[in-house]
């Protein structure tokens, strides 16, 4: 994989067009740390590249929760647990709407 950097990109853009077609991808660098991943995309391949990135984002968002049920504890609830919140937050919820009037 190519890296190229923030200066190189601003200064010698052809150059870095030339070698993205020649390696397939790069790493974008500011200060010798990563910061994008730079793929060569045609009118034909856009929309499935697009669709790799959000499916990405999808699947970081999914190992965040996961993580973040790990460390609290939320993974090992039970669905009658589950319910019981869900039932709670939605009282609270109901209970809210009614004393600002939005219901």
Do not use: C, W, Y
């Not at 190992?63 to 973040?68: E, M, P, Q």
Request: aromatic letters at 2%; hydrophobic letters at 40%.
């Amino acid at each position: 994989m190519k890296t190229v950097t923030i200066r190189d990109f601003r200064t010698r853009p052809r150059a870095v067009r030339e070698a993205l077609a020649r390696e397939e991808d790069a790493v974008l660098t500011a200060n010798g740390k990563p910061l994008a991943i730079m793929l060569p995309v045609t009118a034909e391949t856009f929309d499935e590249a697009l669709d790799l990135v959000h499916r990405l984002r999808a699947l970081r968002a999914v190992r965040d929760i996961r993580l973040r049920a790990a460390q609290t504890g939320a993974n090992r609830l039970t669905m009658t647990q589950i319910d019981r919140i869900i039932a709670k937050s939605r009282s609270e919820r109901k209970a809210q709407a009614r004393r600002t009037g939005r219901h």
